[in-house]
């Protein structure tokens, strides 16, 4: 038996989520737009004409790639091994993997170091081996540097979002593949992949959207040495530059490039055929 609401109960349900979206979106947006305007929409004109800016958003968006390139390539193994486990155990290894969320980029930009810097750990050996440390340690500082240390925490999003498209997967399929001749490739370039495309996409713009708009770890890691976005509106704000309406204009420049990012994903997940 079913039963009806009225229209006017069922719009009341969405009234909660109505007041949290115009407090805390609608409002600060509306703030940071007055902010931008305050100088007669000058500030505008500066930052179109800054060369930083373009610099800026060139390495925004190649860490942007970088970022979801490494975590999917990381993320789906992941998450397709997880899938073959028994739930217990695939429950703990769930617990380690989602660890990384739980840390400040303060910590995974010294782990980094630690690890693959000048004098990391890894550098050393590659030392050893007749590579330059220099060029190796520098390689962390880049944006595709930036990229790999990102990826730390965003391999986690990406075996959250992929693994129940994983699970849900019919087996009996890889079996009639696999029966049929196909070799490992085959199966999972032609018959997995397809499947999970959907989870895959909205993987990938969500880490790139995580990417393009954090900051925490890059300013720990390489300070504004790297041209990125969000270090150049933290430049705007510290205590070497106060120029609030340029810092605007960025972060509605940074709210779009996320914003884009999203719809991107919605508009290819919804295009992408469920093959079933």
């Keep these: 038996m079913s039963v009806r609401t009225s229209a006017a109960t069922t719009a009341s349900f969405a009234v909660p989520g109505a007041i949290v979206f115009a407090l805390f979106f609608l409002l600060p947006l509306a703030v940071v737009l007055i ?45 397709i091994t997880l899938a073959r486990l028994s739930p217990r155990m695939r429950a703990s290894l769930l617990i380690a993997i989602s660890l990384p969320l739980t ?48 990826s730390y925490y965003l391999v986690p999003r990406v075996v959250l979002i992929v693994l129940p498209a994983v699970r849900n997967f019919d087996g009996v399929q890889l079996r009639a593949a696999r029966s049929l001749g196909a070799g490992p490739l085959r199966i999972l370039g032609d018959v997995l992949l397809p499947q999970i495309l959907p989870s895959l996409v909205a993987a990938f713009c969500l880490t790139s959207a995580v990417a393009v708009g954090a900051y925490g770890t890059a300013l720990a890691l390489v300070g504004t040495q790297v041209n990125i976005l969000p270090l150049i509106l933290y430049s705007k704000i510290s205590e070497t530059g106060t120029d609030m309406p340029s810092a605007a204009v960025i972060s509605i420049v940074l709210m779009a490039i996320c914003a884009l990012i999203i719809a991107i994903g919605e508009a290819i997940f919804n295009r992408v055929p469920m093959r079933r």
């Design 35 to 79: 902010e931008a305007m305050s100088d007669g929409g000058s500030a505008f004109s500066r930052v179109w004409n800054d060369p930083v800016f373009w610099n800026g958003l060139r390495g925004s968006i190649l860490l942007g790639l970088a970022a979801p390139f490494f975590s999917l390539l990381i993320g789906v193994p992941v998450a």
């Design 103 to 150: 840390f400040s980029g303060l910590i995974v930009a010294y782990g980094f170091i630690l690890l693959l810097g000048r004098a990391g750990f890894v550098t050393l050996l590659l030392a050893r081996a007749g590579f330059d440390p220099a060029v190796v340690g520098g390689v962390i500082f880049s944006p595709i540097g930036l990229g790999l240390a990102y």
